[in-house]
């Protein structure tokens, strides 16, 4: 076997445990989708629910309100496609193609809700902190936009910034936007603790995946 075939193996061998993770998530964002659809109430939720609105600090809270401000329309559609072109337009084009790959699980999202119908938190006891969008509940598009092209946008800028300093203001972006923005739904009133963790589950999967399937031999070496 020639040397490229031979890092090509081990760079198979070197993404099977990541690749396993990643569609173990995919399996439990399927079955959590599921059970969603059979219980599309619970007291158990409810309750977190309310013991976040109620116990959250007022300076928190301000947070929480602008954590979720990327996920809005017109700027959840307008920000992803200008970080993409500019990855282009800088000749970084495997990038920017990964970038397009994550942003397809918006789509995956879209059809998951079109599918589940979960109706979103319409409980008197849920504070509705902000206009409440009006399509389905399960997932949480919010977090998987955040965990799949957020983080994988992100994550390219810091690799590729010329200095630490930036390498960690922009991971310590990342880490906050995508461990905040589960928190910042339940809060605000629009989603469930369910629809946070399917958000989570498919986000952080399809991040994996595409990832790991789109690895050169080179990363895999390293």
């Not at 659809?37 to 629910?49: G, Q, V």
């Not at 300076?59 to 559609?77: C, E």
């Not at 992100?154 to 930036?166: G, P, Q």
């Amino acid at each position: 076997m020639t040397e490229s075939g031979c890092v090509r193996v081990m760079c198979c061998r070197s993404r099977l445990p990541g690749l396993a993770v990643a569609l173990s998530a995919l399996l439990g964002y399927v079955l959590l989708a599921v059970w969603v659809r059979r219980h599309p109430e619970s007291a158990t939720e409810l309750a977190i629910t309310r013991g976040i609105q109620t116990r959250m600090p007022r300076a928190a809270a301000r947070v929480l309100r602008w954590v979720s401000w990327l996920g809005f329309p017109p700027q959840s559609v307008l920000m992803p496609g200008i970080v993409t072109a500019a990855f282009w337009i800088r000749g970084q084009r495997r990038i920017a193609v990964h970038l397009i790959l994550t942003w397809m699980a918006s789509v995956i999202s879209f059809v998951t809700k079109r599918l589940v119908r979960r109706p979103r938190p319409n409980h008197p006891a849920v504070r509705i902190v902000v206009a409440q969008p009006r399509d389905a509940s399960y997932p949480s598009g919010h977090v998987v936009t955040y965990t799949a092209f957020w983080l994988a946008a992100l994550t390219a800028a810091a690799e590729h910034a010329r200095w630490s300093w930036l390498r960690g203001v922009l991971l310590t972006v990342a880490a906050l936007l995508v461990g905040l923005v589960g928190l910042s739904r339940i809060y605000l009133g629009h989603h469930w603790l369910t629809d946070v963790l399917g958000g989570y589950l498919l986000g952080g999967s399809w991040f994996g995946l595409t990832r790991l399937l789109g690895a050169s031999p080179e990363r895999c070496r390293s």
